[in-house]
């Protein structure tokens, strides 16, 4: 039973992280129908940046919000400099430039900071939390907190503000959105900025329990859009249950078959789950944007 609950734990944690980058994504494609393949490299700038800004000499609050803003400044340039002058591209065009911005901002992040692993110092000590007989790591329970709170905001800000409404109201429909005075252009960098934001954040909160390297990205951008898939794409609570279903899952595989097989849980739930929804458990019927 100990062993369960540690892995369910385990589970639900990275879970946690996989939805926030999922929603990084939905974010983005709801805006732009752009899918973000560079989405993971936000996670990558908030811990690597969080990390040198520590070694720097700044505190941990400091270190992280400065990290994050750093990460929305490219979120906005990627808009601003990528994805505004292709406008009109196809989806394969747009999906070529999010990888091609994510190997540019993979080699900027060799050069900036370097190639060897780190990590951050758990924010409230290392020592495992003893539930039921397992040993649960207080970062775990941060990341949970953390993902839980995002979430929320994010919600409360995009149903109880006029700005967030606004760009909900892109999403649906641009040309209705210019038609009543809704700067459709700051609306897309607004979901850019907000997406890098989540993925910033993610990396911090997770940068104590996996490590943080330059290129950890990649793996973070290819499971949180497998759980994007699964979930849904465009649909945020379809993030949120998509990333559990790919944590959760990938957790247990590691601990009762092998770890080895771990990461091939991700890919193996979208097989499964497209082949008998093929918009996913939350994903809605196609429109033809205007």
């Known amino acids: 039973m100990s062993e369960f609950l540690q892995l369910l734990i385990s589970g639900l944690t990275v879970g946690a992280v996989y939805a926030l980058v999922a929603l990084g994504f939905t974010l983005i494609y709801n805006a732009s129908d752009v899918i973000n393949f560079a989405q993971g490299d936000f996670v990558m700038i908030g811990g690597m940046g969080t990390v040198f800004l520590m070694a720097a000499g ?9 990290a994050v803003v750093g990460a929305v400044i490219v979120g ?3 808009h601003r400099l990528a994805i505004e002058p292709a406008r009109g591209a196809s989806p394969v065009t747009l999906i070529m430039i999010t990888i091609g911005a994510s190997i540019f901002i993979k080699g900027v992040a060799q050069i900036v900071f370097d190639k060897q692993f780190h990590t951050l110092p758990a924010f409230s000590g290392a020592d495992p939390i003893n539930i039921a ?35 909900i109201a892109t999403a649906a429909n641009r040309l209705a959105a210019r038609l009543v005075g809704i700067n459709v252009r700051v609306m897309l960098g607004l979901a850019f900025g907000l997406s890098a934001a989540m993925g910033a954040l993610a990396g911090i909160l997770v940068a104590p329990i996996t490590l943080t390297r330059y290129d950890i990205g990649t793996i973070f951008a290819l499971k949180g859009f497998a759980a994007a898939m ?47 929804m093929p918009r996913g458990l939350f994903g809605s019927k196609s429109v033809e944007r205007v």
Do not use: C, H, N
């Open 230 to 276: 699964v979930g849904g794409m465009g649909s945020p609570q379809g993030a949120l249950v998509g990333g559990l279903l790919i944590g959760i899952p990938e957790a247990f595989g590691a601990g009762y078959i092998s770890s080895a097989y771990k990461d091939a849980v991700a890919f193996l739930a979208i097989l499964v789950v497209l082949f008998f």
């Open 76 to 78: 906005l340039l990627l």
């Open 133 to 167: 007989g397992a040993a649960i790591l207080p970062q775990s329970l941060w990341v949970l907190a953390g993902a839980v709170v995002l979430f929320v905001a994010l919600y409360l800000f995009l149903t109880r503000t006029l700005t967030g409404k606004a760009l």
């Open 58 to 66: 700044l505190s941990l609050p400091i270190a992280a919000l400065v």
